[in-house]
């Protein structure tokens, strides 16, 4: 089994199969270091290939989920540093690419992990926060909670992923342009009514139940049907529907072969709940 030890997260795997991820530094309110998006990017690439993770919850501890990039540390780390301060622009810019990079494939293995990920969001949600929920699969807010694209009042345009992700989750391009040269407080309730959430609850104790539930339900079904399912449905995001019906079809005929689908429909006829092996 692979270790799931770190420092900026708290992670456990149920009998089911739901792995909960907690984001826990709640005393710099949760705001990402290096440490927690590196930690982030190697958790869940592990769980792509771990077969006791069915589905994952993904939260943070404290008042809220995160105040986007440590500031202290973009001023002191490695973003801040050059491997050699005489080189010309054009050296320092190549691995400053690299840096940021990495940064976007650490938050990507989220949305690359074929566990659906389930996320809860409570008080603030800022900046890399926007990029790391866009790359969930649910999510799930409180009534407190509220989302900001805050990287334009740091100097930067968002760079890891929401101003990819963002436009195909809300289908709202005016609105998006709208939050993101704004960097506006979008509060849970209008972020349900642009489909950003798909609930929202009085309590993080409520949205955490509601989060369990979802991902347990998800955990029992055919990991085979799941794993498929959100992997097809990521390819199709990005490609036309032809594209996506072609792949879909080339998938199928090796999903296709799985005990999965005699043991669902045999459970369907009896009436009678299905049980599936681990993937």
């Not at 993080?204 to 498929?228: F, H, Y």
Request: net charge neutral; proline share 4%; aromatic share 8%.
């Amino acid at each position: 089994m692979p270790s799931y030890k770190f420092e900026c997260l708290n992670v456990s795997i149920s009998p089911e199969g739901v792995a909960r991820v907690e984001i826990s530094r709640p005393k710099a309110l949760n705001a990402f270091n290096t440490q927690t998006w590196t930690e982030i990017g190697q958790c869940f690439t592990r769980f792509k290939s771990d077969g006791d993770v069915r589905s994952v919850v993904l939260s943070a501890s404290g008042r809220m989920f995160t105040a986007g990039l440590d500031l202290k540390e973009a001023m002191t780390g490695p973003l801040s540093k050059s491997r050699d301060p005489d080189a010309d622009v054009a050296r320092k810019g190549y691995y400053h690419r690299l840096f940021i990079l990495g940064f976007q494939e650490a938050i990507s293995a989220v949305e690359l992990c074929d566990k659906p990920v389930v996320v809860v969001v409570q008080g603030g949600c800022l900046g890399i926060g926007v990029d790391l929920v866009s790359a969930c699969d649910v999510r799930i807010a409180t009534e407190d909670a509220y989302f900001m694209v805050k990287e334009v009042d740091i100097g930067m345009a968002a760079d890891i992923g929401t101003l990819q992700r963002l436009p195909k989750i809300v289908g709202n391009d005016s609105w998006v342009r709208e939050v993101c040269y704004t960097a506006r407080k979008v509060p849970a309730k209008e972020a349900h009514f642009v489909g950003l959430v798909s609930s929202v609850y009085s309590t993080t104790a409520e949205a955490m139940k509601a989060a369990l539930d979802t991902a347990g339900t998800i955990a029992a079904k055919s990991p085979v049907a799941v794993v498929s399912t959100k992997h097809l449905l990521n390819y199709s995001r990005d490609h036309s529907v032809r594209e996506g019906l072609e792949y879909t079809a080339l998938w199928n005929t090796l999903a296709h072969n799985s005990h999965d689908m005699a043991t669902a429909i045999v459970s369907s006829l009896r009436k009678q709940p299905a049980h599936f092996p681990k993937l």
